[in-house]
């Protein structure tokens, strides 16, 4: 019965942590982010809800945030971000890095 109520708690602080997150809509179409700037509060886990308007397929990229996903052309994807300090965080699409940029404000 104690293994029972310790796996409800888990489960709450869970259910609790995954409500808490920042959800931030983005949106891709001919080689830009818009927004562009994106911001979080820190210590925040984050959900990016990306919509390749495009196409063909797109790669958001960011090192420093250490996260690699490709969306299909004319598809949505949902980015996790674990919480993160206050910074500035810059993602890219690794296909047209040169140009489509953008940037995580975490506060």
């Known amino acids: 019965m104690l293994a029972a109520v310790a796996l409800v708690s888990v489960t709450a602080i869970g259910a609790a942590k995954a409500q808490s997150a920042t959800e931030i809509q983005l949106s891709y179409k001919d080689k830009k982010f818009t927004p562009a700037e994106i911001s979080a509060p820190a210590n925040t886990p984050i959900v990016i809800k990306l919509k390749n308007l495009n196409s063909k397929a797109m790669e958001f ?44 404000v975490v506060r």
């Open 61 to 104: 990229e960011s090192k420093a945030l250490k996260i690699e996903k490709v969306v299909v052309g004319s598809s949505h994807a949902t980015i996790n971000v674990r919480a993160q300090k206050p910074g500035r965080y810059e993602f890219v699409d690794e296909y047209n890095e040169d140009v489509a940029r953008g940037v995580l």
